[in-house]
């Protein structure tokens, strides 16, 4: 019945929004992560680079780069509010052509977005 009625693809339907978004990725939910309480299982990691996949399609083209992305989303991650300002303040330039940055670069840089 739901399949008829609803999209739950919110991924889909993110790539169709080019606005700002912000995840709010929970960590201590049974829900959320399979495994309960394991970050790197967490379904709004799979979220994010899905998001990052259709954004930036020429920086996630490789596996160096996803497999960085992976790797840092299962990390423990800040929680102070002083480092999450100054996270959101930084200023991070795109270059215009990243088809002549290395798979080490382009990882790099996907992890400042």
Do not use: C
Not at 40 to 48: E, F, K, P, T
Not at 55 to 62: T, V
Not at 84 to 103: L, R
């Amino acid at each position: 019945m739901i399949r008829h009625h609803f999209d739950l693809r919110v991924s889909h339907e993110l790539g169709r929004y080019m606005g700002p978004i912000r995840i709010y990725r929970r960590t201590h939910d049974q829900i959320m992560a399979s495994p309960p309480a394991n970050i790197a299982s967490n379904r709004a990691n799979v979220l994010l680079a899905d998001v990052l996949q259709q954004r930036f399609p020429l920086l996630l083209n490789n596996p160096v780069a996803l497999a960085t992305l992976a790797n840092w989303l299962g990390l423990p991650h800040v929680r102070d509010h002083a480092e999450i300002i100054g996270m959101q303040n930084q200023h991070v330039n795109i270059p215009a052509n990243v088809n002549n940055m290395t798979n080490i670069a382009k990882a790099n840089l996907i992890i400042l977005l």
